[in-house]
């Protein structure tokens, strides 16, 4: 009984640490600083410059922006936004997860950067997790802060791109599920 036991505790801890690593909470070599998304929503972001900013910086003029692109952590661009005219600090902008071509990006990290007039580029980075991913790794990972007089991004879900694991629903029928 006492080797069963054993047995049985084994194969729940390997168990535990496969459904770990298929999660990917925290991979080695992946960045300690990021924040997770499920891939059926939209990413908004916004572009917040505390006040500390302009005394760190010993200025009073106000950043407004000119663009933003995503990049993977290479520093491959995969879309890029342009402004025809800066825009204020108010605005709030969204990431439909699709590259330049219109295509759908694939689960990974990227790197979300916001150009500026004069706050130089402001990033944070980004983990899209694939909605068929059964763990719960989604948020910001607490070591992420920013620093003191430096202007950040505050990130967060948007709109909803659709089911997940390609679902569907009727309203006079059931739910199903089919190819995506």
Do not use: K
């Amino acid at each position: 009984m006492n080797r069963v036991g054993w047995m049985v505790a084994v194969l729940l801890v390997g168990v535990g640490l496969s459904a770990w690593a298929d999660c990917g909470c925290a991979p080695a070599g992946d960045p300690t600083c990021y924040t997770a998304f499920v891939m059926n929503r939209t990413i908004e972001f916004s572009v917040t410059v505390p006040l500390d900013y302009f005394v760190a910086h010993a200025t009073t003029e106000t950043p407004f922006l000119t663009g933003w692109r995503i990049e993977t952590l290479a520093g491959v661009v995969v879309r890029r936004v342009t402004f025809d005219f800066p825009l204020g600090l108010v605005t709030v902008l969204e990431w439909n997860l699709d590259d330049d071509a219109g295509a759908r990006v694939a689960d990974g990290f990227y790197r979300l950067i916001v150009e500026t007039t004069s706050a130089g580029e402001i990033t944070d980075t980004i983990r899209l997790i694939s909605c068929c991913n059964p763990c719960g790794c989604i948020g910001r990972s607490p070591v992420c802060r920013p620093a003191c007089g430096s202007a950040y991004l505050i990130l967060r879900a948007g709109e909803s791109l659709g089911c997940c694991c390609g679902c569907s629903f009727s309203l006079f029928g059931s739910a199903g599920a089919g190819a995506p």
